[in-house]
C-alpha cells in the first residue's frame, strides 16, 4: 500500500500545478483587476464592475494612453506606484535593480513584471507555502486561511455527519420495505428534497425560521452570538449557543446529501439482499435483524462509508459560498468569492490552492477507507 500511496502524493504535484495554471491564465482575460479597484473608489466610482459594464457615468475622465481602464483622469505617475505596491511592476535603475522603494531616485523607473515570470515566483513561494498578503486586508494569506478555514469545516463536517445519521437507518428501511408504501411516498420526498436547490432552501429557511416574514427561533447570521453577549455564558451555553447557530446553515447544507445518499444506501442494500448467499441464510433460518446486519450490512455499506470523504468534499465545495454568504459565515468559501469580486489576486491563488489541496488529500482517504472497510480490495495490484 505504501508505493500506491506515494504515487498518488506525488500525483497531487502536477495536478496543483495544472489547477493554478488555468486559473492563473484566466485572471489575466478577466477585466479589472485590484488597481481598478482602487482607482474606481478613489474617482467616487464605488465598484469598478459598474464601469466595465456600463454602469457609470457616461462623461467621464480622460483616459491616459496605455493605462488601466480605471485609471482614467489619473497621473501615470500614481498608477506606477500602484502596480509597484501589488507587485506587478518593480523599480529598475540604470546600473540595475538597485531595491530602492521609491521612484524619486535619479534615474530610476518601474518596469512591469510580465505574466509568465510573476507566475513562477508566484509558484516558488507556494512550495514553501508562502501565500504573500493580502491586497486589502492586513493580514497574510495564510492568516487569512487559517482563520476562516475551521467555519467552512465545520460546516461540512456537521452537515456530512447527519446526512450520514440520517440516510443509512432510512435507506436500510427502504430497502426492506421495496415496493411498499413508505418506500414511495419517501422517495416522493427524497426527490423535492434533492431538485431544490441550495440556496433557495436556506433563504425559504430564513424567511420561514429567522425572522424574516414568520418565526423568530433562530438567528439570522453569524457562527455564535456577539463577543459581549458570548462572554458572560458558560460553556455549556456556549454549546447550545453554537449547535443553535448553526442549526439552519447545516439544514440547508445537508438537503442534497441527504437525498443523494439515502438512494444509495437503498440501491446497495436492494443489490445485496439479492445475492444467493442471503437466500441461503434465510434458508438456514435466521432471522431477518441477523441475516441484514450480520451478513449484509458490511458489504452493502462499503461504498456508502468509504464514500464519507468525498460527500464531505462536495458540501465543502459545493455549499460553502453560497451558505456562507447567506447566512453571514465569515469561512473559507465566503473570503474565496470576495477575493474574486474585489481581485485580491492572493487571497484567490491561496484559497484555490487550499480548496486543491483538501480535495485531493480527501481523495486519497477515500481510497484508503476501501481498503480498511475491505481488505480484499487492493490498489496495487490492480492493472493498469
Not at 506515494?6 to 492563473?24: A, D, E, W
Not at 485609471?71 to 531595491?99: K, Q
Request: charged share 15%; with cysteine.
Amino acid at each position: 500500500m505504501g508505493p500506491y500511496i506515494l504515487r498518488r502524493l506525488l500525483l497531487m504535484i502536477p495536478t496543483l500545478f495544472g489547477i493554478m495554471v488555468i486559473n492563473f491564465a484566466l485572471t489575466q482575460f478577466v477585466p479589472g483587476g485590484p488597481v481598478d479597484q482602487v482607482l474606481a473608489q478613489l474617482e467616487g466610482e464605488g465598484d469598478v464592475f459598474a464601469t466595465i459594464s456600463g454602469g457609470g457615468s457616461e462623461a467621464g475622465p480622460i483616459e491616459i494612453e496605455g493605462a488601466y481602464q480605471g485609471g482614467r483622469g489619473v497621473p501615470p505617475r500614481f498608477l506606477e506606484e500602484l502596480e509597484i505596491s501589488f507587485n506587478f511592476a518593480r523599480i529598475v535603475c540604470a546600473d540595475g535593480f538597485t531595491g530602492i522603494p521609491d521612484l524619486d531616485a535619479e534615474e530610476c523607473s518601474s518596469e512591469r513584471i510580465p505574466a509568465v515570470e510573476r507566475f513562477f515566483l508566484m509558484l516558488w513561494d507556494y512550495m514553501r507555502f508562502d501565500f504573500g498578503d493580502s491586497f486589502f486586508h492586513s493580514e497574510s494569506v495564510m492568516e487569512l486561511v487559517v482563520d476562516k478555514l475551521p467555519v467552512s469545516i465545520t460546516l461540512g463536517l456537521w452537515s456530512t455527519l447527519i446526512a450520514y445519521i440520517v440516510s443509512i437507518p432510512l435507506g436500510i428501511r427502504k430497502a426492506v420495505s421495496d415496493g411498499s408504501r413508505f418506500d414511495t411516498w419517501t422517495s416522493g420526498i427524497i426527490i423535492v428534497a434533492y431538485a431544490i436547490p441550495g440556496f433557495l432552501f436556506a433563504i425559504l429557511l430564513l424567511v420561514l425560521f429567522a425572522g424574516g416574514s414568520y418565526w423568530q427561533i433562530f438567528p439570522l447570521r453569524g457562527l455564535t452570538s456577539p463577543s459581549d453577549v458570548w462572554a458572560t455564558l458558560t460553556w455549556w451555553e456556549r454549546i447550545l449557543d453554537y449547535f443553535w447557530h448553526i442549526a439552519l446553515p447545516v439544514v440547508a447544507s445537508t438537503i442534497s446529501a441527504f437525498a443523494t445518499l439515502t438512494l444509495l444506501t437503498k440501491n446497495s442494500f436492494l443489490d445485496e439482499i439479492k445475492k444467493h448467499y442471503v437466500m441461503t441464510a434465510k434458508a438456514k433460518g435466521l432471522a431477518e435483524n441477523r441475516v441484514l446486519y450480520g451478513h449484509v450490512f458490511r458489504n452493502a455499506m462499503l461504498i456508502v462509508i468509504a464514500g464519507f470523504p468525498a460527500v464531505f468534499v462536495s458540501v465543502f465545495f459545493g455549499g460553502s459560498v453560497i451558505i456562507e454568504t447567506i447566512f453571514s459565515l465569515d469561512g473559507l468559501g465566503r473570503l474565496g468569492f470576495e477575493a474574486a469580486v474585489s481581485r485580491n489576486y492572493p487571497v484567490i491563488f491561496g484559497t484555490l490552492f487550499v480548496f486543491g489541496l483538501i480535495g485531493l488529500v480527501v481523495g486519497l482517504l477515500s481510497d484508503l477507507m476501501y481498503v480498511w472497510i475491505d481488505p480484499r480490495i487492493d490498489f496495487e495490484t490492480r492493472e493498469t
